[in-house]
């Protein structure tokens, strides 16, 4: 490896002009350098033979195309340009057309051009001679720096020898140094070429400095690897060993393995519960391979935890119902008022349940505003059937594995929501409520939406299939009840699938009988009131209803009655008073001045306004319209935030009006120099629909004509161009809405009749209605006389 006195010789005789070449592809000679070469084939062998009977001299030159079965003599075209010639030290030949050769690099040369041959490659070469370099201190700092690398390499490699880092180190010449550290490093032999062609040394030492800190690098991260695997494999060794000890110990105390007790335990789980074919073969198959863990292992306690579910599920056991309606009925009517429809149907299916005992339980959906009372009616009926009651939230849920569950690859997996309610619940049969169903979400998680398809249809989820669990679980006896205050945002594939009940608002009187049966009761008991330290009149709870709350539930009425008693309460604890009698007069001191004023008479005060009805997801409402004309130029402006189906309704009204103006006894020219604004306050609030175009036309007529709607009167219907009054929806909340705002008169289109019947009789006794079915009649009605 070291400089030897053969390369010395050769730094001052000149090459021969004429040198044989010999085509090498696994390696790059290098000058300076000693290694033996295997020499194989007849063209080698002469080539050998013709040099040892010479000067002993040939060149070594990388080709850059291996040689092949098919092509197994090198092309000249296939050599690179630039060479080492090399000294043949010792030749030793094995067969005749095999030989072993020991050479030494002398210096490099650059083929000038190949000379025909018959049996080897020639060329004409010139040799490459050293620069006289001068060292300075970068030269110095680059050789510092690669001896420290190239030691670095030799203590982590296992293959190189350690003498050679003390070798590289005494080296004075720093082209040398180069030429030998870059023949020993591990690199690929077109970077090694690149350094043999690298003429300037500065260059040469940076470009060998980068392949040896590549190769360092490697190294490192090698042994930084095999260090973690022999640690784990020394760790897993005395794991092994320790627990070998501790079982030999064991045995000697006569005391069982921890881990077969465990295995034992769940499989008595196992056979002890009454579970499925397809679970407990399931179950048994999870049991077998935690027999083969390790304690200690990650996959042992996700086993564990699997077994658990799985023996902790109530696959057959049910609740018995109750079977006497008559008392399921006395429930439902001690914790609900009305709610007649709802009522009804339950009880029907008790009554199917007690004749046909495996009939599939409802999946009903309570459609309604908030404070109605769906959820707390969902708990009533799991008491009236004597069932276990459990209740999850879909308010903003947007992964499908919240219904579906993860599978077990996924770390800290755990099974859906349904099926951790089941468990909870203890029972294969509760009451099960899946609240705000119409505020489920999606996106790239999934369709909480879709996995409910499967949950929700009696058809399917008898075999119900959670991600956790990967067996069928049958719900097709739990009673699910979903509830929603609209129906539009629920997908239509699920909304087939449900029973929808509607709960609408409640009128006046319902609202005081809620109170004094319910809301007050509780706030007292809440508040540690005694029915002798607080009392209601029934004025003052109608005045809480009419001038403090408007709603379609109940849920503000009951804040305003808690905040009643926490006053009386505060009263009682200073010793204020020992007792008090809420009544109309009284409110305004616990509850400050009234909030709602019906101002519905107040504000058609004059000609141009007209006052309609609306239906809100919270229950209806009452609705203004106010026309307003100006000198213009045939212009129609509407504003109030509408919608596109409002805005045309608005549009067929006006056009209406100025086709029938003379039957309306209005001037035929009465828009040619007019400007029609028309507004429907409330303007932050968007507003859509075509059931204001009865009021719109009304309001119009009655601003053209100068003639006032009747004050107590309020109208609803979609209009059509040829003046037709067409059905609308709805009716229900909007009549509730306005027998709230103490309306008398209310006209509806003729083909909505059939709705009333769905109003209270109460309702219906105090209200005048008049079916119309075009225009003409409801301005008749409508319009006061001049």
């Known amino acids: 490896m070291p400089e030897s006195r053969i390369s010395e010789d050769f730094k001052v005789v000149k090459l021969p002009e004429i040198l044989p070449i010999m085509p090498i592809y696994h390696t790059v000679a290098f000058p300076n350098m000693m290694f033996p070469m295997d020499i194989v084939g007849d063209h080698s062998i002469r080539l050998i033979d013709e040099a040892m009977a010479k000067d002993r001299l040939m060149g070594l030159v990388l080709t850059r195309k291996p040689p092949t079965p098919e092509a197994p003599v090198c092309q000249c075209e296939e050599l690179y340009l630039i060479g080492t010639c090399v000294s043949i030290l010792k030749m030793a030949k094995q067969t005749r057309d095999k030989a072993q050769l020991m050479v030494q690099g002398l210096a490099r040369f650059r083929i000038v051009e190949f000379i025909e041959s018959r049996h080897y490659i020639q060329a004409r070469v010139e040799k490459i001679e050293e620069d006289v370099f001068i060292k300075d201190l970068e030269i110095e700092a680059l050789m510092a720096n690669l001896v420290a690398l190239f030691e670095r390499i030799v203590k982590l490699s296992p293959f190189l020898p350690q ?119 399931e179950a048994l ?152 169903i119409d505020k489920v979400g999606s996106d790239f998680r999934g369709d909480p939406s879709s996995a409910l398809l499967e949950v929700l249809d009696p058809e399917q989820n008898f075999s119900f299939m959670d991600h956790y669990l990967d067996v069928a679980f049958d719900l097709s006896n739990v009673t699910f009840i979903t509830t929603a205050n609209i129906l539009d945002t629920i997908p239509p594939a699920l909304r087939d699938r449900l029973e929808v009940i509607e709960l609408p608002g409640y009128t006046l009187d319902e609202k005081l009988r809620i109170a004094q049966r ?163 306050p409330a303007g932050a609030i968007p507003k859509d629909g075509p059931s204001a175009g009865v009021t719109m036309l009304t309001a119009l007529v009655s601003l053209l004509k100068n003639r006032k709607v009747k004050n107590d009167l309020t109208m609803t219907g979609e209009i059509t161009l040829r003046g037709l009054v067409l059905p609308v929806g709805g009716i229900k909340e909007k009549v509730l809405a306005a027998h709230r705002a103490g309306i008398k008169t209310i006209i509806l289109p003729k083909l909505n009749r059939k709705d009333l019947e769905e109003i209270p009789p109460k309702v219906r006794k105090e209200i005048t209605f008049h079916f119309v079915t075009d225009m003409l009649e409801v301005l008749n009605l409508a319009l006061t006389k001049k």
């Open 163 to 281: 003498e050679f880092a003390p070798m590289a180190k005494s080296i004075q010449e720093p082209g040398t140094m180069a030429d030998i550290i870059a023949s020993v490093v591990n690199a690929s032999v077109e970077e090694k070429q690149k350094i043999l062609e690298t003429l300037d040394v500065r260059q040469r030492l940076k470009d060998v400095t980068r392949i040896v800190n590549h190769q360092l690098e490697i190294l490192e991260l090698g042994s930084k690897i095999q260090s973690q695997v022999q640690e784990d494999i020394d760790k897993s060794q005395r794991d092994y060993y320790l627990r070998q000890q501790l079982k030999a110990i064991r045995d000697e105390l006569g005391e069982s393995d921890e881990n077969r007790v465990e295995v034992e335990e769940y499989r008595r789980k196992i056979d002890a519960k009454n579970l499925t074919d397809e679970a407990r073969k």
């Open 285 to 436: 198959r999870e049991l077998d391979r935690m027999m083969r863990m390790q304690p200690s292992s990650a996959e042992y306690s996700v086993a564990a935890t699997y077994l658990d579910w799985i023996t902790s599920l109530p696959w057959n056991e049910m609740t018995e119902d109750n079977q006497d309606i008559r008392q399921a009925r006395r429930i439902l009517d001690e914790d609900h008022y009305g709610l007649e429809k709802a009522k009804k149907r339950i009880i029907e299916y008790l009554a199917v349940r007690k004749l046909k005992p495996d009939t599939k339980g409802p999946i009903l959906c309570f459609v309604g505003p908030p404070g109605t009372g769906k959820t707390s009616l969902a708990q009533s009926i799991a008491r009236a059937l004597g069932r276990k009651f459990f209740r999850i939230s879909l308010g903003g849920v947007h992964d499908e594995a919240e219904i579906r569950g993860h599978r077990r690859t996924y770390v800290g997996a755990l099974p859906g929501r349904i099926i951790q309610g089941i468990r909870r619940a203890e029972s294969s049969n509760p009451v099960f409520v899946l609240d705000e």
């Open 518 to 680: 319910y809301l007050i009761p509780k706030q007292q008991e809440t508040h540690g009131l005694t029915p002798e330290q607080i009392k209601f009149t029934t004025g003052a709870t109608k005045l809480i209803i009419s001038c403090y709350t408007r709603e379609a539930g109940v849920r503000n009425l009951e804040r305003e009655i808690a905040a009643i008693c926490r006053g009386v309460a505060s009263q009682i604890a200073e010793e204020e008073i020992s007792s008090a009698v809420i009544n109309a007069r009284d409110v305004h001191r616990y509850l400050g001045p009234a909030r709602m004023i019906s101002e519905a008479k107040e504000r058609i005060s004059k000609p141009g306004i007209a006052m309609g009805m609306a239906w809100t997801p919270t229950g209806g409402d009452l609705m203004f319209v106010e026309a307003s004309a100006m000198k213009g130029n045939k212009g129609l402006t509407l504003t109030g935030q509408l919608g596109d189906v409002m805005k045309e309704s608005a549009t067929a009204a006006l056009s209406f009006v100025r086709s029938n103006a003379e039957k309306l006894k209005i001037p035929v020219d009465f828009f040619d120099n007019t400007d029609i604004h028309i507004h429907v």
